[in-house]
């Protein structure tokens, strides 16, 4: 079994920083892309940044020069350092993995369960 825990939501005022951090745990072989996606309420679940095995990034265009995603592969951890927070940032944030499992052949999708971040005026 394969288990992302996320950890580092909270509640801040705008303009302030959160960082948030994501453990993948369990029978992992390989992980090929670790990233954050946050879903805001009445909204679709949005890709915020991802950062392949390769260690390029990808931002979306509303983080980009805010957020900086990083990753630590000895510990299959993955963080969101979130600077100068909105208000349109408030959302559940989910960090998302492709993982093979040491009994698998293919990478699969996980999610962990979700941390709430809510910016306040």
């Known amino acids: 079994q394969v288990h992302l825990v996320e950890s580092g939501g909270g509640l801040v005022q705008a303009g302030e920083s959160l960082t948030l951090s994501c453990a993948a745990s369990?029978?992992?072989?390989?992980?090929?892309?670790m990233g954050w996606y946050r879903q805001a309420p009445g909204k679709e679940r949005e890709l915020v940044a991802r950062i392949p095995s390769d260690g390029s990034t990808y931002y979306a265009d509303s983080v980009k020069g805010r957020f900086t995603i990083s990753a630590d592969n000895t510990k299959n951890m993955v963080y969101l350092q979130m600077n100068s927070l909105k208000l349109e940032d408030t959302a559940v944030y989910y960090c998302h993995a492709k993982i093979r499992s040491m009994s698998g052949y293919v990478y699969i999708d996980y999610w962990g369960q979700g941390t709430q971040v809510t910016v306040s005026s």
């Open positions: 369990g029978s992992i072989f390989s992980i090929n892309r």
